[in-house]
C-alpha cells in the first residue's frame, strides 16, 4: 500500500520474456534509482515477483508519480510484456 509521505516508491513485477523498456519524461523530481531481483541470493523460496525498480523524488508529486507508475506498467502488461506488477512503498520480498 503506498502512502503519501514517504518519497521512495518500488515496482514490483514479473517479465513474461527478456525485456528492456526506457521510460517517459517522469514527473517533476522523480528519477530512476535502481532495479534488481527480488529473490534473495541461495534463496530456493519463489518470489510472487522476479524484479523490482527503485524511483525516488519529491512527496509534493507523489501521487503523480503513482499515477505514471500505474500507466506505465499497465501497458506493460497489456503487450504481454509483464505479466504482473505491485506499486509499493517499502521493498519488502512476497513469497508464494
Known amino acids: 500500500m503506498t502512502t503519501i509521505d514517504q518519497k521512495t516508491l ?10 528492456y523498456w526506457t ?3 517522469f514527473p517533476l523530481g522523480w528519477k530512476w534509482i535502481g532495479s534488481g531481483s527480488c529473490s534473495p541470493v ?7 515477483y522476479t524484479k523490482e525498480e527503485q524511483f525516488d523524488g519529491p ?13 506505465t506498467f499497465d501497458k506493460l502488461k497489456k503487450e504481454q510484456k509483464i ?3 505491485k506499486i509499493e512503498n517499502i ?6
Open 10 to 19: 518500488f515496482v514490483f513485477y514479473t517479465l513474461s520474456s527478456k525485456y
Open 23 to 25: 521510460y517517459e519524461t
Open 42 to 48: 541461495g534463496c530456493k523460496t519463489t518470489t510472487q
Open 59 to 71: 512527496k509534493e508529486t507523489k501521487k503523480e508519480m503513482i499515477e505514471f507508475l500505474k500507466n
Open 83 to 85: 505479466t504482473s506488477f
Open 91 to 96: 521493498y519488502k520480498t512476497i513469497y508464494r
